[in-house]
């Protein structure tokens, strides 16, 4: 059984509804303070353009909000616009290691010692030895 979940907002929608809580002015005025053509603001309006990483950096200091919320939003749409259109996505197989959970990050830290590089593994044996230096300079003489 499959479950239904609504749509996530259309990142347009929302700069509106934060465009239409301050001063009742025009496009080519939020536009001109944004630093952005109206035509490139009316089509993040009207979802015909993505809000990029410069949109949402120029957005956070004119609307007092952080970049992230607005690269969120705009995520969130285009991987709800992938999932409806491409519907053989549905027929790939979900592929878990025999050991449960897969975690990118531990699978790249668990790379046999011949896959690093050897300028990294000296780098690592320096570090290394520095801080066991480090750590004999700070301890407590023993008497």
Do not use: C
Request: avoid cysteine; glycine fraction near 4%.
């Amino acid at each position: 059984m499959q479950i239904y979940r609504p749509p996530p907002p259309k990142p347009g929608d929302v700069l509106q509804a934060a465009l239409d809580a301050l001063e009742p002015v025009s496009q080519d005025v939020h536009a001109k303070r944004l630093g952005m053509t109206r035509t490139r603001l009316n089509e993040i309006l009207n979802s015909q353009r993505a809000i990029t990483v410069d949109s949402a950096l120029r957005l956070a200091r004119y609307l007092g909000t952080p970049p992230e919320h607005w690269m969120d939003l705009q995520t969130k749409w285009d991987l709800y616009q992938a999932q409806m259109k491409h519907a053989e996505m549905r027929k790939v197989e979900a592929v878990v290691p025999a050991g449960g959970e897969f975690s990118a990050g531990e699978a790249f830290v668990s790379r046999n010692e011949e896959q690093v590089p050897s300028w990294a593994a000296a780098r690592i044996e320096r570090l290394s030895r520095e801080v066991e230096s480090l750590r004999r300079a700070i301890r407590p003489r023993e008497a």
